[in-house]
Structure formats: structure tokens, C-alpha cells
């Protein structure tokens, strides 16, 4: 069975510091691009961070850059976000995906999701 499982989301203070996890499962993720959305209530769903499959070449959104950084860890089949200098407007639920495209094609995997919430 296919998955990808986030954790480590949770209540923070303006300031603070998490790490969240995306491990998959029935899937290799060494192939993938590998993607951090976040979605706030009411708004859409944004794209945070991406790290390609080869190179590791990282990018992302203004929004984060120098606060966020992604990694992947192709031996434990996950990857990460580590956040830092957390703001309430950081404040989302975030969604890791894996992404492969292939000749007429393209496969596309979702996690479930972890709340991070950012108040004092």
C-alpha cells in the first residue's frame, strides 16, 4: 500500500522551531520530487519547499526562504522540513508530496497532513 505519513506538526510559540517528517511507504521516494505544500483556512493550497529527485536542487516560496529548509533522506525513504523562526502566519496545515513524471504520464502522492499552529 502506498503512503506518505507526516508528523511532528503541533502548537508552537512565535519564535520556535519544528521538524516535520513525511516517511513513505510501498514506494521508493529516491525518484521523486519530493514538495512541502501548506494550506490555511479559507485560503488555497501553496507550495512551501521542493527538492528535485537528482541534485537535490531546493526551492522556496519568499514567503520562507531563510527559515525553512527541506531535506531528503533517500536511505530512510523520507523527507523533511525543518522550520525555524515560526511566525502565526506559518500557521497550516502541510502536506508533503511526491511527484514523478513519466512519458504521458505522471504519478502523484499525498500525505494526510499535520497541523501546525504558531500563537502565543
Known amino acids: 500500500q502506498v503512503q506518505l505519513v507526516e508528523s511532528g506538526g503541533g502548537l508552537v510559540q512565535p519564535g520556535g522551531s519544528l521538524r516535520l517528517s513525511c516517511a513513505a511507504s510501498g514506494f521508493t521516494l529516491s525518484s521523486y520530487a519530493l514538495n512541502w505544500y501548506r494550506q490555511a483556512p479559507g485560503k488555497e493550497r501553496d507550495l512551501v519547499a521542493s527538492?528535485?529527485?537528482?541534485?537535490?536542487?531546493?526551492n522556496y516560496a519568499d514567503s520562507v526562504k531563510g527559515r525553512f529548509t527541506i531535506s531528503r533522506d533517500n536511505a530512510r525513504n523520507t523527507v523533511f522540513l525543518q522550520m525555524n523562526s515560526l511566525k502565526p502566519e506559518d500557521t497550516a496545515v502541510y502536506y508533503c508530496?511526491?511527484?514523478?513524471?513519466?512519458?504521458?504520464?505522471?504519478?502523484?502522492?499525498w500525505g494526510q497532513g499535520t497541523q501546525v499552529t504558531v500563537s502565543s
Open positions: 508530496n511526491a511527484f514523478l513524471r513519466r512519458v504521458g504520464t505522471s504519478v502523484d502522492y
Open positions: 527538492i528535485t529527485s537528482v541534485g537535490g536542487v531546493r
